[in-house]
């Protein structure tokens, strides 16, 4: 008896694929925002490009996908998904505005316009 390591014939890795309609320019900010921060941190590399990573970490926000699933799809482990994902989370929220300086804003908007 023979053993071989080679898979059955006709046997092909599956793939999850979905479309995901978001602006060019939505993809943009996002990876201009991670390049930024990598530029900061002095990250040397990344596993994938920033454009790829904020279309990862797109598509498991907006489709709710499972970790395993997208990593498994980009050669990479379920951890980093997850790490990449907190981490954009992370930068969006250093962009958003305050609330008490928001709120502060409309008050005065609708200050001036009285």
Same mark, same amino acid.
């Given at each position: 008896?023979?053993?071989? %390591?080679?898979?059955?014939?006709?046997?092909?890795?599956?793939?999850?694929?979905?479309?995901?309609?978001?602006?060019?320019?939505?993809?943009?900010?996002?990876?201009?925002?991670?390049?930024?921060?990598?530029?900061?941190?002095?990250?040397?590399?990344?596993?994938?490009?920033?454009?790829?990573?904020?279309?990862?970490?797109?598509?498991?926000?907006?489709?709710?996908?499972?970790?395993?699933?997208?990593?498994?799809?980009?050669?990479?482990?379920?951890?980093?998904?997850?790490?990449?994902?907190?981490?954009?989370?992370?930068?969006?929220?250093?962009?958003?505005?305050?609330?008490?300086?928001?709120? %502060?804003?409309?008050?005065?908007?609708?200050?001036?316009?009285?």
């Amino acid at each position: 008896m023979s053993k071989t %390591k080679e898979h059955a014939g006709d046997t092909v890795s599956l793939v999850y694929q979905c479309r995901l309609p978001l602006s060019t320019r939505t993809l943009n900010y996002l990876a201009n925002l991670l390049r930024r921060h990598l530029k900061a941190i002095r990250s040397r590399w990344r596993m994938l490009p920033p454009g790829r990573i904020a279309t990862i970490v797109l598509a498991v926000l907006r489709h709710d996908q499972r970790l395993a699933d997208m990593a498994g799809g980009n050669d990479i482990s379920p951890t980093t998904v997850r790490r990449w994902r907190d981490e954009l989370i992370a930068l969006l929220a250093a962009q958003a505005p305050r609330l008490d300086r928001a709120l %502060k804003k409309i008050a005065s908007r609708t200050v001036r316009s009285s």
